[in-house]
């Protein structure tokens, strides 16, 4: 039973630094891929970051790059997004997902079957 739990959301001011952490278990997390999306009200889940938990590769998408940074603790099955520079359209409900796939780590919804139920982020 795979479960994913985040936590460090909130709200903070543009400008300001958040750091989101995803603790899994019950999920085989070496040689995977664990991720990190967000959804703003009226729109779709989007990609935000990746990481290759088996050799640290990352991913992110072009909103995100160079403010955010997606790193691992390996012995704890612990993924971060570190959120710095905020802006007010990073605001949404941000979800930690884990891969279906060894080895293979995108960063496309499909290639993602474990999701956490999602923590809140607000920057005005």
């Known amino acids: 039973h795979v479960q994913l739990v985040e936590s460090g959301g909130g709200s903070v001011q543009a400008g300001g630094s958040l750091r989101l952490s995803c603790a899994a278990s019950?999920?085989?997390?070496?040689?995977?891929?664990m991720a990190w999306f967000r959804q703003a009200p009226g729109k779709e889940r989007e990609g935000v970051a990746r990481?290759?938990?088996?050799?640290?590769?990352?991913y992110y998408a072009d909103s995100v790059k160079g403010r955010f940074t997606i790193s691992q603790d390996n012995a704890k099955n612990t993924v971060y997004l570190q959120m710095n520079s905020l802006k007010p359209e990073d605001t949404a409900m941000y979800y930690c997902?884990?891969?279906?796939?060894?080895?293979?780590?995108?960063?496309?919804?499909?290639?993602?079957?474990?999701w956490g139920q999602g923590t809140q982020v607000t920057v005005s």
């Open positions: 997902a884990a891969g279906v796939y060894s080895n293979y780590c995108t960063l496309e919804r499909g290639v993602f079957g474990y």
């Open positions: 019950g999920y085989t997390y070496n040689r995977n891929c």
């Open positions: 990481i290759a938990t088996g050799s640290g590769n990352t």
